[in-house]
């Protein structure tokens, strides 16, 4: 009988499964922040088919940690802000998600309970966030032709927060330089730094620097792992640029149509985004194009390496807000 009850429960569980039409793919583990925080070997990943950060292992692809804004306390009428997110970034010592989406989102979210401590809307299609060392945020939206800062405001998200508009031609990325203070910005054919006027209740930008780059439609921008350097990527080429001789040499992986550059070291490879269809993948190749993982029925816009962002956040940086 009690063979009976367990292949009866069994066949249930897969009927349900079928019915549901969702990813067969098992999410990892019982506690979510543990299964993160033990994993060597995790990429973060703005998936586009359910509109869904996820944290996933390599090589397998296990999911081990997925944020939707429907499940999460985003109130309903604004889950919609949260369609096609275009990037995530591990924050606060990887202890929480920042994210952004093309439907004009971006958000803070612990990883330990999935809350979305922060959330605002930037719109514009917005492609890129980052943490200012106070804790505010500024965020790139490419048909908005803006880079908007955000005060970190907690308590009264997301409707009553301060925001500030600079213009910047295809707003597609933005990352903090903690040892020179300075925002980088890569939009379009120019390369563009800011200083940051580091006032809690009006945060700004002041542009500082801007210089031609070859190439057009730059795309992405994120630093190289243990080097004083950004990966940046536009329609024909992949980058390194060096944010003290502001010279750029052509890096040595796949160079046409890359959406997303990711390195690590401690012996993982550099990892690559480059898409089938349209703007997506379902697949994260090695700097040679070597397949690395592929999960059917994924859209992937960008997938990074969890590990320490030295270059843009101090080691061991908590959760902070701007006072």
Not at 27 to 40: F, I, K, R, W
Not at 243 to 249: A, E, G
Not at 296 to 309: L, Q, S
Request: aromatic content about 10%; proline content about 5%; charged content about 20%.
């Amino acid at each position: 009988m009690k063979k009976r009850r367990s292949f009866l429960a069994a066949m249930i569980c897969l009927l349900a499964t079928a019915a549901s039409g969702k990813s067969s793919i098992a999410l990892a583990g019982n506690n979510p922040d543990t299964s993160v925080a033990a994993c060597n070997q995790c990429m973060v990943i703005a998936e586009q088919s359910q509109h869904r950060i996820v944290i996933a292992t390599m090589p397998s692809g296990t999911v081990i940690w997925e944020w939707k804004p429907e499940n999460s306390n985003v109130q309903p009428a604004h889950v919609k802000w949260f369609s096609n997110p275009s990037d995530a970034k591990m924050v606060y010592n990887n202890e929480y998600v920042l994210m952004n989406a093309s439907g004009g989102g971006v958000a803070l979210i612990r990883v330990a309970d999935k809350k979305t401590v922060f959330y605002a809307y930037a719109g514009g299609n917005t492609h890129s966030v980052e943490l200012l060392p106070d804790g505010n945020i500024v965020s790139a939206s490419s048909t908005g032709n803006y880079l908007m800062v955000f005060k970190t405001d907690t308590v009264h998200f997301p409707d009553n927060v301060y925001t500030k508009k600079i213009p910047i031609d295809f707003g597609h990325n933005v990352v903090w330089d903690a040892k020179q203070q300075r925002l980088w910005s890569a939009a379009r054919e120019h390369m563009h730094s800011f200083r940051y006027n580091f006032n809690c209740n009006a945060p700004d930008l002041v542009q500082d620097t801007v210089f031609s780059l070859p190439g057009t439609e730059a795309h992405d921008l994120f630093p190289v792992y243990g080097e004083n350097k950004l990966w940046l990527t536009n329609t024909t080429n992949v980058y390194k640029f060096d944010v003290i001789t502001q010279k750029l040499t052509k890096a040595d992986v796949l160079q046409d149509n890359i959406k997303c550059v990711s390195s690590a070291g401690n012996g993982l490879p550099t990892i690559v985004i480059r898409p089938k269809e349209s703007w997506w993948t379902d697949e994260v190749l090695d700097a040679r194009g070597k397949r690395l993982f592929i999960q059917k029925g994924w859209k992937i816009y960008k997938a990074r390496w969890v590990v320490r962002n030295t270059f843009s956040y101090p080691a061991g940086d908590p959760m902070h807000l701007c006072r």
